[in-house]
């Protein structure tokens, strides 16, 4: 089976429209101009959910949705969000033990 999300979308081609595939597996946000995808690491490092969504949002900071100037500044701060949420689950196991 072969190992999805782990090349970029071949944009060099005649077809400069996202297929379907490659919005799910390989979007533009995450892998344009890069060679290691945000996926990789998370696997890679075993991160839980909350680590894992934060560096997914902090690697995608300002590259999804362009056009909105705020989208550097939204994904900055869900990624705190799991950071502060996952500081509060860690806080609250030491203080259980």
């Known amino acids: 089976m072969a190992e ?16 379907k595939e490659q919005e799910i597996h390989n979007p533009p946000h995450y892998v344009e101009g890069r060679e290691i995808e945000p996926i990789q690491v998370i696997e890679d490092w075993e991160l839980d959910h909350h680590l894992a969504a934060a560096l997914k949002y902090i690697s995608r900071a300002g590259r999804k949705d362009r056009g909105n100037n705020n989208g550097l500044l939204i994904d900055l701060g869900k990624a705190v969000w799991y950071l502060e949420r996952r500081i509060f689950l860690e806080e609250l196991r030491n203080a259980r033990s």
């Open 4 to 19: 999805r999300g782990c090349s970029p979308p071949d944009i060099l081609g005649g077809d400069f429209s996202l297929t």
